[in-house]
């Protein structure tokens, strides 16, 4: 069978961590078709109400985890929901976010926390063992909306409403990158005020509306950011020496 590139690294380094693989299990079921058909056996029954417990059973290295996870995944495939999932909660703020922590640890999830407040140590460390991971949630603000590449995610909850529409896109397109899955979020909502919200936001993101991008026309951060430069190269500067160092069409965009 193909298997994507992504896959294979993904794969590799699973392997490497010691971890079964998340995805591309199928590359590796090989002479397993007995097993395998009594599994698909078990989803007909339970889809018909008719299921009975089943065990796996095994010494050290027999491939216990290797089929439970294979199993999951089969199972995610024909729409079952499983308890072993991955997900992303978003919060509007960190307070929220902590709060929101704490209630769901002890609970048979693992669950971590990533906003600014939290150190960029704690931060990478969270987002590693959330890779590795099978059963597990990110509490998180914004930092987690754009650029860190957390893995594929079954599900993104959302507590009460995002501010705009740019932000649940960007939420909402963190899943759906598995084949056969959708692309998904579930809102959380405290009171009527956010309800609405969110249903306006999902509405206008239908008809395909997102908020424009103002035309910046000043750069300040990076001004700063070159100010601050220069104060430690030269151990103060004067506003001469400094409008002598930079030019304003720079900072033009």
Known sequence: M????????????RLRSGVVPERGL???AVGI?????????????????EGVFK??????GCGKTFMSRLAILDAQAQGFVTSFVKSLFFCQSRSLAEEIAERMRNRGTDVFIHHSSVSLEERTAAEER???????SIICTSTLELGIDVGDLDLVLQANAPSTVSSFLQRLGRTGRRTGQQANTTFFCENIETVLQASAIIELAKKGWVESIPNQTRVWPVLVHQLLALTLQFGGI???????????????I
Do not use: M
């Open 26 to 28: 199928e590359a590796f």
């Open 33 to 49: 078709d007995k097993q395998r058909t009594e599994i698909h056996r078990q989803f007909q029954l339970a889809a018909n109400s």
């Open 55 to 60: 065990f796996l059973r095994g010494g050290y």
């Open 238 to 252: 004067s506003p001469e020496l400094c409008w002598g160092q930079l030019s304003v069409d720079l900072f033009k």
């Open 130 to 136: 959330f890779h590795r991971g099978t059963n597990a």
């Open 2 to 13: 193909a298997i994507s590139e992504r896959d294979i690294e993904h794969i590799f380094e």
